[in-house]
């Protein structure tokens, strides 16, 4: 369904009814010589202020798409987006390109996996940062400045207003990352979008930029999303979690809740296909077979179904007929699996938690 | 930055020098090599007699060592000499002084003088207009790849690139000069002297060259430009919320003109001197067409004049080209 007018409810106030971010059946698709891309199909979560969501899936899952999406960088490209994407009362898919552009940095803020290549190579990190605040304040070039400073301090550039001229080359990549962060909050959005933010890092630099958004998040009472597909990020940083498959969701739930008690087969093949120091040592790394299914052409039935070792356990070959629904197994967790939610415990309990 | 200019402002004169040295044993040796004396394009066409020709030898001193007589050769340039038939009064030289015609009985360096402001001229005006209307028409082509201003676009410029100047040169001065009579034959004038007869002279061959450039330049600016489209600094710009404006021309088309800048300094460096057909085909008498000439009449020292002059104006413009790409890429190390 598609919306064509926005739409802003008198009162912007969160509820339950109304979270301050809405993605309802959003669907993004590609149209290429190929076919019809879905890249993301049919993706519906709320996020309240105050809340991280973690974002987890492979590559070409759709996360990055999804992200994408709520900024409206989709706009004027050959992407078809349908659904409902509500911020803070209003309706963003079918708002135009300028209202979207408005809210982008203001409202809802942004940052990328390698920070090198997403700063201007020509422009000094401040300038690129003060450019960011004069969009959406009417401020003298010198206030912008100041505003700047003040913000690379924040983000812990030390000498910020020697920094303010160095061009991005010549930052270290953390340090690329903080100014990339000080970009994307320079305005204070109340949603920020981080889209692997520590991929591209450093081990020893990624604990620190998570530090920074986790209390930056806190300071601004802001919502974050994090994509990411370290498992190990969402652990240390994320109230919900959110696990992406095929452009599906294919479980969601409390931080909790998904390492505790999953109970998609996909979030089980992640949990065992990730290093854990408590594990013994001699022991190897259970990779999910086989590859992704093509966005192109999406399996019938379950999107998991060919790499689903636990497909053959359901009567009647369903996974490979119907579509499983995302369904409530507890509350404020749903998962996407034709086998019933007591046989899943079954399996988590005696097979997949003695591997994990 | 001082350090980085005069690093390759050094670089640049033994450039230089190397091209002197090269000209100077083609042009010297090639005669020689040949079995014939440098001495007969020295003089006008009428052969000397044997005692001519060893007089003539002695005087110019072709049988001295190579170095010597490159010596001789370059301090002409360096510091000017005074040339003598050792008959009529000696003719003072001053430096650069490249030598004197005596097929056309003029000092090089005065013919050099006389026609490379002609050649500048023709090779700037295009420029301008070719940059200017090749960014514009790549630009606007690669902001919507595969629409019908892209195809219009891309289509005309494979056109124009296809085109030779001796085609669309005649065409243009039949349309405008003949036709129209828009710009009737005008001489070439100086620009200091009379600005709107200059320009008058100027326009149309401006525009057959510029034509064949901008082309070349439309579809180098639109792969460039689709090309930085792409990048994720223009995705952070448009995450940014800046307008599609600033994204393009500020964030896109900044980045993507950076390699052209190169390619257009060796373009323009390169066309002065080289522009032949342009200037024969209205009738210009610029760098080119005295190369064409000096190589019919076997003017050995317009010729090794030309080719220096117009070693020396690519020499420059990549010079340019490398301080400014320092200025313009803050990666470039200074």
């Known amino acids: ?356 | 930055m001082v350090r980085f200019i005069i690093v390759r402002v050094l670089g640049a004169i033994v450039v230089v020098w190397i091209v002197s040295v090269v000209t100077f044993l083609i042009f010297q040796l090639g005669p020689t090599l040949t079995h014939t004396s440098p001495v007969y394009y020295y003089v006008g066409k009428i052969p000397p007699t044997a005692e001519g020709l060893k007089l003539l030898t002695d005087r110019f001193g072709f049988n001295l060592p190579l170095y010597a007589q490159y010596w001789h050769f370059l301090s002409g340039i360096l510091f000017g000499q005074s040339i003598t038939d050792g008959v009529s009064a000696p003719i003072p030289c001053p430096s650069p002084c490249f030598g004197y015609s005596f097929r056309q009985n003029e000092l090089v360096g005065n013919m050099l003088l006389q026609a490379a402001p002609v050649s500048i001229s023709l090779a700037a005006g295009a420029a301008i207009l070719w940059l200017i209307g090749g960014v514009t028409v790549g630009t606007i082509s690669a902001l919507r790849p595969g629409s019908v201003i892209d195809r219009i676009g891309m289509t005309g410029s494979l056109a124009a690139v296809s085109l030779p100047i001796f085609f669309t040169g005649p065409i243009l001065l039949l349309i405008f000069e003949y036709q129209l009579g828009w710009l009737p034959d005008v001489a070439y004038a100086p620009i200091s002297q009379d600005p709107l007869q200059w320009l008058k002279s100027m326009i149309l061959p401006w525009i057959a060259l510029a034509f064949l450039f901008a082309a070349l330049y439309a579809r180098l600016t639109r792969s460039n430009m689709l090309e930085t489209m792409g990048e994720d600094y223009i995705r952070t710009a448009r995450a940014k919320g800046l307008s599609q404006r600033t994204v393009v021309l500020k964030h896109g088309l900044r980045a993507a003109l950076t390699p052209i800048v190169t390619i257009f300094g060796i373009d323009v460096g390169t066309l002065i001197g080289t522009t032949v057909i342009t200037e024969t085909v209205f009738n210009l008498r610029g760098l080119g067409f005295l190369s064409i000439q000096s190589i019919q009449n076997e003017d050995l020292p317009v010729i090794m004049g030309v080719t220096i002059v117009a070693a020396v104006a690519l020499v420059i413009a990549n010079l340019i080209v490398d301080i400014l790409y320092a200025v313009i890429d803050p990666r470039v190390t200074v």
């Not at chain 1, 450019?131 to 983000?155: D, I």
């Not at chain 1, 790394?285 to 053959?312: A, H, Y």
């Not at chain 1, 995302?326 to 079954?346: F, G, Y």
């Open chain 1, 1 to 356: 369904m598609s919306i064509t007018s926005v739409s802003t409810s008198p009162v912007a106030s969160e509820t339950d009814d109304q979270p301050f971010l809405r993605v309802k059946d959003l669907r993004v698709h590609f149209k290429t010589d190929d076919g019809i891309v879905k890249s993301v199909d049919g993706l519906t979560f709320d996020l309240k202020r105050g809340e991280i969501l973690g974002i987890v899936g492979e590559s070409g899952s759709g996360k990055s798409v999804t992200s994408q999406a709520i900024m409206g960088l989709h706009k004027n490209s050959n992407a078809r987006i349908t659904g409902e994407i509500w911020l803070d009362g209003k309706e963003l898919v079918g708002a135009s390109e300028e209202e979207v552009r408005q809210m982008r940095g203001s409202e809802m803020g942004m940052i990328f996996q390698d920070p090198l290549s997403a700063l201007h190579p020509f422009y000094t990190v401040g300038a690129q940062i003060s450019e960011a605040f004069m969009v959406h304040n009417k401020v003298s070039k010198k206030e912008a400045r100041a505003q700047t400073v003040e913000m690379l301090k924040k983000v812990g550039i030390p000498n910020a207003a020697d920094r303010y001229g160095d061009y991005p080359h010549q930052f270290s990549g953390g340090m690329r990352q903080r100014a990339m962060i000080a970009m994307a909050l320079i305005c204070q959005p109340k949603l920020l979008i981080a889209d692997e933010p520590t991929t591209a890092l450093d081990v020893t630099v990624q604990a620190q930029i998570l530090e920074l958004i986790k209390s930056l998040h806190e300071e601004l009472n802001s919502a974050v999303i994090l994509i990411t597909h370290d498992l190990g990020v969402v652990a240390e940083t994320c109230d919900k979690v959110l696990v992406m498959y095929g452009g599906q969701c294919v479980e969601k739930g409390l931080v909790d809740d998904l390492f505790y008690a999953p109970e998609m087969p996909y979030t089980w093949g992640l949990l065992r296909s990730m290093p854990r120091m408590d594990r013994d040592r001699q022991s190897r790394l259970l990779p999910i077979p086989g590859q992704p299914p093509s966005l192109i052409n999406i399996p019938k039935g379950c999107v998991f179904n060919t790499r689903c070792p636990f497909s053959d356990r359901v009567e009647g070959g369903q996974c490979f007929t119907k579509h499983p629904e995302l369904l409530d197994t507890a509350p404020n967790h749903e998962v996407r699996c034709h086998i019933p939610s007591e046989e899943r415990r079954e399996i988590l309990r005696t097979e997949i938690l003695p591997t994990l």
